[in-house]
């Protein structure tokens, strides 16, 4: 797995600590609030379904359609699946599917 050299600093460092500290949603909730923006927040959440949704094969068009994502950001998420390091597989596999909660 390679790492971007350009985010690893003590500081991110510092930060995925943090999030590796947080133990329920409830508590991600309350740290990502105060961390970061309404936008922001809502930002990585549109990215992450258009990562998940694009994984079960959905067309640009059904993307923006239900997460209102542009295709310049559906391109980018896309190109982050196949090109990227496979961040989004590794922690798809992980989760349990939605209403197995």
């Given at each position: 797995m390679t790492m971007n050299k350009k985010i690893k600093t003590e500081a991110v460092d510092r930060l995925f600590e943090?999030?590796?500290?947080l133990q329920s949603k409830e508590?991600?909730?309350?740290f990502?609030?105060?961390l970061c923006t309404v936008n922001e927040l809502l930002s990585l959440s549109q990215r992450f379904?258009?990562?998940?949704m694009l994984?079960?094969?959905k067309t640009y068009l059904e993307i923006a359609e239900k997460t209102?994502?542009?295709?310049?950001?559906?391109s980018r998420v896309n190109r982050s699946l196949n090109y990227g390091?496979?961040?989004y597989d590794m922690v798809f596999k992980r989760m349990?599917?939605?209403g197995e909660s």
């Open positions: 943090a999030i590796l500290c508590e991600c909730y309350i990502f609030e105060d379904e258009v990562a998940s994984d079960d094969h209102g994502a542009s295709t310049a950001t559906i390091n496979d961040g349990t599917p939605p």
